[in-house]
């Protein structure tokens, strides 16, 4: 277990660490702490559970690196850990184009842990930014699992917006998604109503090892089979944010036979709410119950939590590409002296999914604020002394003048931010 | 014992189907996503995007804004942001030429100043101010900047503030002495009394009213440690 708990100290450390100021532009952070119950049968009936996330990213790239722990009477019972990268293109008409690659690991006391690489893509399409449905299809490789083959993931999906963040409702989006799994496992020669079950024609009965029996819950020299499984998950989910409190629920169905799918893994609820205190400390509650994951060896679960979310930076928790072209939502914004004779542009904005700015600056290339807290958005430029044109757009809106600056018509007929900077200002650090 | 066929059918029916589709769309997302980054890395120069004669005219402009001492980022960055906006080649040149005039009325106006004073006068220019409204700022005290003041002035002709008004209003805070800070307090007060509904121009004479500067000097006469921008093109 000395690899997992380093793995999650490092992980947990990385956010700590003040990095340089061209780096730090583009990380996002949090941390989440809580009490966890589970009925699993595989943790304890409540643990501390420790969840760092860390995000490094590009315009159009970004490298996820995410951990859980269970601590339970100082022992750490379950360790998870995945890195993912996420290539995504521009919209170009409406279509967006994205390339998903994660490895992951399960680590628990009981078993070896599981690994899983899997690479996926994805293609969008978005209708007038508040809607949109994709399509997607990828491999995903299980080690140390009953599955024995490469699965064939495909998944389809679509999204609604509903509502704006300044209305009274707030907003709401709604998500349904089908995925479907396909793959070759070791399985027991008995259903889960004690049903005995053919294996596939070219699969001859196989003996398992004891760590695969411990999985098949089968006893010492009782054979089990390679069979071909296919299983589709069709879940909706809601998330509604007004004001500071946000709230996310999912209800789910998986289709398969009776092979295939526990009869626990059948139907799922979940729900969770987040009541921000200010734009970096959030209370977090929620509980339901969740579907095994065959791919990670995870079983299904029934779980309740309260916790406490530390986000230096946090991170998006929206699954689809929102977009809302509501460039008036900017709340403030203003630039401050950095380190080096770098300005960084400090923008307040809440309910979005992207900021850009661009101007003389950036040879007028648009340039994407990181998200710092709740509302708020940062980026360093190097921004010489003198007059600078500036504009502002979220999500891949409009581009407008920021509010709170002095703005003149440009060239083109439209409006841009005046930010001047003085020599002083420059080298004022 | 019962024994149970496969759902899945015979192999290579439907599964084929299935990893058609995963393939294609694998193929057509990961094709996609590189030929856009790869585009985005290799680009070597943003005004390759206009047609060779708009080009062509942007580099004439900007060779002949070299050549008579004016910076030529200016004309480049107008041309850019043109590109940006997806303004067409005509509106593009047009942009630029005008960019080219009012620097060159700038600096006739303002003397041999810094490069990043010459363009913020330039979008005055365009803004609306007239070159003889600058004549004023052709005289200052070493080391003051007259940006902000550009900055507020261009702001308030935008706003609907004639502009012989903000020109007077702005000029007379300038002789007075008035530092950044000051401007950007009469524009904050002049912005919040145009949103309660007040004319803008009645708004800017009440404001500068009120604004406190330090006494003006001498008429014709740089105060001590003023100087003057004696060179011209």
Redesign the interface.
Known sequence: MNEQRVAILTLTAALLIPAQREVAAQIVSKFEAGQYSVSDGVLPASTIRLAPTFQFEMP??KLTARGSAFLSDQQLQIADGIVSGT????TVYG?R???IGNASRAVDERSLGTDQVD?Q???HVLFHQNGGVW?????ARPWRVAVVSSA???DAGAWAKVGEPTAKFGVATLTTTFT?F?FSKIASVH?TSS????C?T?APMVEVSSDMRALLSESPGVSACE??S?FSDLEASLRWEVGALELSAAMGHRFG?S?DVTPDSRRWTSATATVWLSDRVAIIGGGGRQPALPLRGLPARSFGMAGLEIAYSPISKTAVPVSLPHAVLVRSFETRPAVNGMQKIVIRVGGVETVDV?G?FS????LTLTRRGRDLWELALPL????H?INVRVDGGP?MSPPGI???????N??VG?V?I??REHGSR | ????????GA?GSR?VS??A??????V???S???R??RA?ETEPD?LARLDANTRFTIHVLMDSAEMAGLPSSAL???A??????K?DSK?IVA?VR??LANLRTARTTLGPVE???L??AA?LL??GAKPGQLEKFRVRQRGR?D??A???W??L??RGVPSEDASSAITKLWDDGAD?ATFLSL?NNVQSDILRGLNPGAALQARVRETPGRPPTAKGQPPEGQQENTRSE
């Open positions: 159009h790239a290539f995504t293109s521009p279509v184009a994205e390339m690479v893509t994805r293609v399509l997607g299809g990828g491999v064939d993931v495909t479907n396909s259903d049903a005995s079950l053919s596939s070219a069979r071909q296919r036979d092979y661009m003389d040879d007028w290339s648009p010489s002394p003198g007059m044109q581009w002095p703005t003149m018509r440009d060239a083109f439209g409006e005046l001047v003085t020599p | 014992m019962r024994f149970r066929r496969t759902p899945f192999p599964r299935v990893r589709v995963r393939a294609a769309v694998l057509f997302g990961a996609v996503t590189l856009t980054l985005q943003r480049r960055s107008i850019l942001q043109g590109i940006s906006l303004a509106t942009a005008q960019e490069p990043e004073e363009t913020a979008a365009h803004a900047s940006l902000q550009f900055t507020i261009a702001d002709i935008t950044d524009w």
